[in-house]
C-alpha cells in the first residue's frame, strides 16, 4: 500500500495530513537497528567463545550467523519440538528473552563436560534430568555473556525452567513479531547452532541501551561508517594468473604425457603472455625469474575495450 496522503479542511480551517497505514511494516527492524544489533553481537560471540573455551576445556568457534525477524508463529513451526528452549524474564521493565539451543549442540557440550570427546550423542532424544541441568549451567554462561556486552546494569535476566517450543506463544503475543539472532559453533568437529530470541518488549529496551553506548555527533547519529565503494573494491581478492592466450596443442600430445615428459608448445620464447586477473587478460607479461621463484615481468597494458575471457 503506497504511502499517499490527503489534505483535508477541519472546522476550524486548520490543514490535516492523512496517510494509509501500511500495517506489514509495523514493527520492522530498520536498518540502523539491524546493524546495530549486528555489530554488538559479532563482539558477543567472540567473548563467548573465549568464555566457553575455558568452561568446555576446548577449543571451538562462535559465529554470528544472522539475524531475522519474523512472526511468532512463523518462529514455532520452524523450531525443531526437541530445541532446547528456555526463556528468560526480568521486571523491569516487564520482559523476557529465549535462549533456543539446537539438540544436536547440545549433545557434544554435555558429552564433553561428562568427561567425554564431545560426541554428537547417537540420535535425537530427550535429556535426562542430569543432561537437562547440565544444559542449564551452560545456557546460563550464554546470558551472563550477552548481559555483559549488552552493558544492561539495571536489567538482571532470571532464568525460567526450560519449555517446549509449541509453547513459546505464552511468552511472546502471537501477532507480534520476534528478532531471531542466530549464531554457529564449531565444537570437536561438529557444527550446531543456537540463538537469542527477543520479542518486541525486549528489543525495544535493548535497542535503547546499544544507543546510549553508541558515540554521538552533534547534528546527527552515526553507528557504523563504512568505506566509500572505491575503498571496499580495492580490498577484494582477485585470481590472477600468467597465461599464454590462444594456444593449441593436439590431442595426440596431450595422450602422449607421462612422467617426465616435455611438453612442446610451439610458441616463440619473445611472445608474450597474458597476466590476467578473474579470467580477463589486460596486460602483457613475460615468465622471468625472482630468485627462486617464478614471476612475470609486465608488459605493455591492453586498452580495457580489447579485454577478453581467457
Not at 9 to 32: D, K, M, V
Amino acid at each position: 500500500m503506497s504511502a499517499m496522503h490527503q489534505a483535508t479542511r477541519n472546522p476550524a480551517g486548520r490543514q490535516r495530513t492523512i496517510y494509509n497505514c501500511n500495517f506489514r511494516s509495523a514493527g520492522r527492524l530498520s536498518n540502523e537497528n539491524a546493524r546495530s544489533l549486528t555489530s554488538i553481537h559479532e563482539s558477543f560471540a567472540r567473548h563467548l567463545a573465549t568464555a566457553l573455551d575455558a568452561y568446555l576445556g576446548t577449543g571451538l568457534e562462535v559465529k554470528l550467523s544472522s539475524v531475522d525477524q519474523l512472526a511468532v508463529k512463523d518462529h514455532m513451526a520452524a523450531t525443531p519440538p526437541l530445541t532446547y528452549v528456555v526463556p528468560f524474564s526480568t521486571s523491569a521493565p516487564p520482559s523476557t528473552m529465549i535462549v533456543e539451543c539446537d539438540i544436536d549442540l547440545v549433545f557434544p557440550i554435555v558429552d564433553l563436560l561428562l568427561g567425554g570427546i564431545g560426541g554428537p550423542g547417537g540420535g535425537a532424544r530427550e535429556l535426562s534430568e542430569i543432561e537437562e541441568e547440565i544444559m542449564h549451567d551452560v545456557v546460563l554462561l550464554i546470558v551472563r555473556q550477552a548481559e555483559t556486552a549488552w552493558r544492561m546494569p539495571a536489567m538482571s535476566l532470571s532464568p525460567n525452567r526450560r519449555i517446549k517450543s509449541s509453547v513459546l506463544h505464552q511468552f511472546c503475543p502471537p501477532n507480534e513479531k520476534v528478532t531471531c539472532v542466530r549464531f554457529e559453533v564449531e565444537l570437536s568437529g561438529t557444527t550446531g547452532s543456537f540463538q537469542l530470541v527477543f520479542p518486541m518488549s525486549f528489543l525495544n529496551v535493548l535497542i535503547q541501551q546499544i544507543k546510549l553506548d553508541q558515540p554521538q555527533k552533534s547534528g546527527s547519529v552515526r553507528f557504523f561508517p563504512r568505506a566509500p565503494i572505491r575503498e571496499r573494491i580495492l580490498d577484494c581478492d582477485v585470481e590472477v594468473a600468467a597465461e599464454l592466450p590462444g594456444l593449441k596443442v593436439a590431442v595426440r600430445d596431450l595422450v602422449a604425457l607421462q612422467p617426465g615428459s616435455v611438453l612442446k608448445l610451439r610458441a616463440p620464447v619473445r611472445t608474450p603472455g597474458m597476466l590476467t586477473a578473474g579470467g580477463y587478460g589486460f596486460i602483457e607479461a613475460m615468465p622471468v625469474r625472482n630468485g627462486m621463484q617464478k614471476a612475470a615481468q609486465l608488459g605493455r597494458r591492453i586498452s580495457p575495450a580489447n579485454w577478453e575471457r581467457i
